[in-house]
């Protein structure tokens, strides 16, 4: 029971960073029916650029905490988005209206660009951060010798999962940049037709996911404490398929999903092996496909007559 | 009927100039030139194929025509100086405090509507059908909103100057929904609604840009006749209300003969006709053009008529008989 009760937490803590990055993948589909392959790239280039300013921060001697990672977060935030609008602007629109696969080979050659680029410029090996936060809530201590602990670092994870979900529903459903985005997903020229910016739309698009995925990279940066260069291609792809296991193009889907696969890894790595941690999750996504093929949540694409 | 019959010479919004739109070697649309009159409800009519959608399509941006110039002209007329001035300065248009003039053929689509202010909705329709009734009206509103809301910021702050904004929009998207007899469906999803609810929603979509001329492909097609009638009464108190000028494209001449204050007829591209309804449905070319008879055989028909061998007024052309 301890047992199954930390691989839960450990589950909804990994779940929560696949989520946030998740939500970059199916909002972007949502809109242009494109899967951005670079999106991964895009949440490992968060995770560095938070590692910067974490040791830039240190250099100058500021080393409150809470301030800290508030700035590293802003900070991570801000560059991050700036490098999702930019890759939209270079990779993307100039092929809007070209056939479909083209923006799709274009993505993936972003992809390998952006870790390359990081791995001349950062260096191939791993980048190490000693843990900064430390300790956190015993829920449990049974004579056994198991303890269930939720880390500080666990809450904060979810906790920040949480507000930025909530935050970002609010602004989808309630927020007149969220009636555009939605109108330009179901129907972009029409939206145009009203007098929608759909170019800016779809940048705005670009660049809320690229903020989601750097507080993924912060997260994950501060929770594993070891970053490089290649940790956005599995990230990547596991968020891929939370997206794809939740419906792609459906919000809750993409945190369903990614909470999703975050509990069958851990579950099968805690309880079977954790070198077919990754089979099972794939496999459960075939599945599931099998039976629901538009995912979880998401609708069912209509043909309309 | 003579001061009416002037207006789209005087005062005209819209001034389509020797428009040519070629798709490789095929003329859709062959050097039109025709004037949308200020107030006036113009129908735009001709045989399937012959270019009305076309036009459309160059007036809302959708085609770059190959030649020509649309001139569109908002708040009080402009003299002709004035607009071969910003012709010749290359620029896309010109704004006033009370309007302006803009050169639709060099804007793109979603200017066409966010600053010049020309509408339009589809043969097809397209709501988005997964939003509720009032948030299809909402979008159509948004570039307000978008500024006060500064980019959304001071939206999810609650700022009381976007709220008030907020609140504005909402109150014209019910005056709307009152105005089409929709407002008991306001939570509904768009896809929800019927047919003929469906269509008078889109037009109620396109009002809400505030455009100064509203373009309608085919607004009364799948309507019955109660609808086709409320229809009217929807779009001649567009015109008188709310002064916007009114553009559509339509085969049920009931409702073209019964609103139109001036028609003008295309076959293969040209202009046949151009005049208020009773100088149209007596103009020899068009029945022609109507009944499918041979370019040749035109003149025939116009020397028949002169003759009197065969009545002017002949039957009402419909959709089925035009196919």
Redesign the interface.
Known sequence: MEYFLQQLINGITLGSIYGLIAIGYTMVYGIIGMINFAHGEVFMIGAFIALTSFLALAALGITFLPLVLLIILAVAMIFTALWGWTIERVAYRPLRGSFRLAPLITAIGMSIFLQNFVQITQGARVKPLPPQIQGGITLMDSPSGIVVQLSWMQLIIIVMTVVLMT?FS??IGK??????Q??CE??R??????????DRTISLTFVMGAGLAAVAGTMYLLYYGVIDFYIGFIAGVKAFTAAVLGGIGSLPGAMLGGLAIGLIETFWSGYFSVEYKDVAAFSILAIVLIFLPSGLLG?PEVEKV | MASTAQRWTRDPILSVQHLTMRFGGLVAIDDLSFNVGRGDITALIGPNGAGKTTVFNCV?GFYRPTEGRIVFNRGAARSDHEVETLTKSGRQYQESQDGGIYLLERMS??RI??TAGV??T?QNI?L????TVL?NL???Q??E??RA?G??IA??LGLPGYRRK?AEAKDRAIDWLERTALLDRADDPAADLAYGDQRRLEIA??MC?NPGLLCLDEPAAGLNPRESTELNELLRSIRDKDGVSILLIEHDMGVVMEISDHIVVLDYGRKIADGDAASVRSDPKVIAAYLGVDDEEVDEVEEDLQAGTVKPTGPQPTQGGMA
Do not use: P
């Open positions: 935050a609010l602004i927020t007149s940049l969220g009636r555009q939605r109108a179901q129907d020229k029409m939206a145009s037709l009203l007098g929608v910016n759909v609708r | 809302t689509d979603f509507t966010a509408a339009r589809f397209r988005f059908g997964g939003m948030e909402l979008v159509a948004h570039n909103l978008m809301s980019f959304s939206g999810l907020a979509r396109a840009t």
